[in-house]
């Protein structure tokens, strides 16, 4: 039993080590930023998969607190704070719903997460004075993306589920 939680404790440790450095790698190239935070996101998935949802949002809570510590880019960790750290929590329990709640959900989240960021950027880095003509069309290119992330991070999970899961657990 005590071998159990070591196991449990290091993995969480190992996938949220994975997710920061994943952050810090989208902080030090200049383009595929969104790219390296979906793929820091693929970590708390295995977290939520092999652990739970509680122990992945503590991989969530852990892995953004030390991106807001450590990157150099507070930007990108902001947003891994406000939709790809919690958002493999999100996709997990709003799978378990049915097929229309669960998309309904997930889009809400999706933009109530850019809202926040639109608003957290607008106010501290562009400090804009008022909505730009722009915002509308943020949405609606956000949400068309945010259809194909959830798609191929299903698709990953599948593979995650058919091919690594098994050899974590292998006897």
């Known amino acids: 039993m005590r071998s159990s939680k070591t196991r449990k ?3 969480a440790a190992i996938l ?18 969104l790219g390296f935070l979906g793929i820091a996101s693929l970590f708390g998935i295995s977290a939520v998969v092999e652990l739970g949802i509680v122990p992945g949002l503590i991989v969530y809570a852990a892995a953004g607190v030390l991106g807001l510590i450590m990157l ?13 750290g919690p958002y493999p929590v999100v996709k997990a329990l709003c799978e378990k719903l049915g097929r229309v709640a669960e ?4 889009l809400v989240f999706f933009n109530l997460a850019l809202t ?9 880095l562009f400090n804009v ?22 798609i191929a991070v ?15 657990h292998k006897k």
């Open 9 to 11: 404790i290091a993995l």
């Open 129 to 150: 004075g008022g909505r730009t003509f722009t915002t509308p069309v943020i949405y609606l290119i956000g949400n068309g993306v945010f259809i194909l992330f959830d």
């Open 72 to 84: 150099p880019s507070k930007t990108l960790a902001i947003l891994f704070a406000i939709f790809f």
């Open 116 to 124: 926040v960021a639109v608003f957290a950027l607008e106010m501290t």
């Open 103 to 106: 998309w309904a959900i997930k």
């Open 16 to 33: 949220t080590a994975f997710e920061v450095t994943f952050m810090y790698i989208a902080c030090v190239f200049p383009t595929g930023n």
């Open 154 to 168: 299903s698709r990953a999970i599948l593979f995650y589920m058919s091919r690594i899961h098994p050899k974590i």
